[in-house]
Protein backbone atom coordinates (compact mmCIF):
# COMPACT_ATOMS: atom_id res chain seq x y z
CA UNK A 1 0.00 0.00 0.00
CA UNK A 2 1.09 3.27 -0.96
CA UNK A 3 0.54 5.74 2.22
CA UNK A 4 2.52 8.98 3.48
CA UNK A 5 3.93 6.73 6.38
CA UNK A 6 6.26 5.12 4.26
CA UNK A 7 7.77 8.68 3.24
CA UNK A 8 10.51 10.01 5.35
CA UNK A 9 8.90 11.91 8.99
CA UNK A 10 11.27 15.39 9.50
CA UNK A 11 11.20 17.98 11.14
CA UNK A 12 14.05 19.74 9.79
CA UNK A 13 13.38 23.24 7.81
CA UNK A 14 15.30 24.21 4.75
CA UNK A 15 14.44 28.26 2.76
CA UNK A 16 15.00 29.01 -0.61
CA UNK A 17 15.40 32.41 -2.05
CA UNK A 18 15.89 31.57 -5.41
CA UNK A 19 12.48 29.77 -7.06
CA UNK A 20 13.68 26.58 -5.30
CA UNK A 21 16.83 25.85 -7.55
CA UNK A 22 19.21 25.83 -4.51
CA UNK A 23 18.10 25.68 -0.61
CA UNK A 24 19.72 26.43 2.90
CA UNK A 25 18.95 24.31 6.26
CA UNK A 26 17.40 27.24 8.63
CA UNK A 27 17.18 24.30 11.29
CA UNK A 28 17.71 20.49 11.56
CA UNK A 29 15.83 20.60 14.08
CA UNK A 30 12.12 22.36 15.13
CA UNK A 31 10.51 21.73 17.86
CA UNK A 32 7.48 19.65 16.74
CA UNK A 33 8.12 16.17 16.18
CA UNK A 34 9.41 14.31 13.30
CA UNK A 35 6.28 14.00 11.40
CA UNK A 36 5.18 12.81 7.40
CA UNK A 37 2.02 13.98 5.39
CA UNK A 38 1.91 17.57 6.93
CA UNK A 39 0.03 20.09 6.00
CA UNK A 40 1.73 23.78 5.61
CA UNK A 41 0.83 26.93 4.77
CA UNK A 42 2.26 30.91 4.62
CA UNK A 43 -0.34 33.09 5.83
CA UNK A 44 -0.70 36.91 4.16
CA UNK A 45 1.63 38.28 6.68
CA UNK A 46 4.30 35.55 5.73
CA UNK A 47 3.68 33.88 9.13
CA UNK A 48 4.50 30.16 8.97
CA UNK A 49 1.64 27.27 9.52
CA UNK A 50 2.19 23.72 10.12
CA UNK A 51 -0.29 21.24 11.37
CA UNK A 52 -0.86 17.81 11.91
CA UNK A 53 0.80 14.79 10.23
CA UNK A 54 1.68 11.32 11.29
CA UNK A 55 4.11 9.69 13.18
CA UNK A 56 6.67 6.70 12.42
CA UNK A 57 4.59 4.88 14.68
CA UNK A 58 1.52 5.95 12.42
CA UNK A 59 -0.04 8.39 15.51
CA UNK A 60 -2.13 11.53 14.01
CA UNK A 61 -0.81 14.73 15.21
CA UNK A 62 -3.42 17.13 15.52
CA UNK A 63 -1.29 20.07 17.03
CA UNK A 64 -0.49 23.48 14.73
CA UNK A 65 2.98 25.43 14.93
CA UNK A 66 3.68 28.42 13.65
CA UNK A 67 7.27 30.49 12.56
CA UNK A 68 7.89 34.20 11.04
CA UNK A 69 11.66 32.81 10.25
CA UNK A 70 11.61 29.03 10.08
CA UNK A 71 13.87 28.59 13.02
CA UNK A 72 11.83 29.83 15.96
CA UNK A 73 8.43 27.97 16.54
CA UNK A 74 5.56 28.41 18.78
CA UNK A 75 3.21 25.60 19.16
CA UNK A 76 -0.35 27.46 18.83
CA UNK A 77 -2.44 23.96 19.69
CA UNK A 78 -2.28 20.66 21.22
CA UNK A 79 -5.00 19.22 19.81
CA UNK A 80 -7.39 20.73 16.91
CA UNK A 81 -10.80 21.12 18.34
CA UNK A 82 -12.10 18.17 14.93
CA UNK A 83 -10.23 15.33 13.24
CA UNK A 84 -8.89 15.67 9.91
CA UNK A 85 -6.17 12.86 9.94
CA UNK A 86 -8.15 11.24 6.75
CA UNK A 87 -7.69 14.22 5.09
CA UNK A 88 -5.84 17.52 6.51
CA UNK A 89 -7.03 21.05 4.74
CA UNK A 90 -5.56 24.24 5.92
CA UNK A 91 -7.37 27.10 4.94
CA UNK A 92 -7.52 31.02 6.07
CA UNK A 93 -9.89 33.43 4.99
Known sequence: ?????????????YKSIDGGSTWTLVTGAAPWASRCCFSFGVRDDQTLVLLGGFSAAQEY???VWTSTDGESWTKELNSL???????????YD
Not at 1 to 13: M, R
Not at 81 to 91: A, I, K, P, R, Y
Open 81 to 91: THDVSNGQFLL
Open 1 to 13: TDTCLEYFHVNDV
Open 61 to 63: YSD
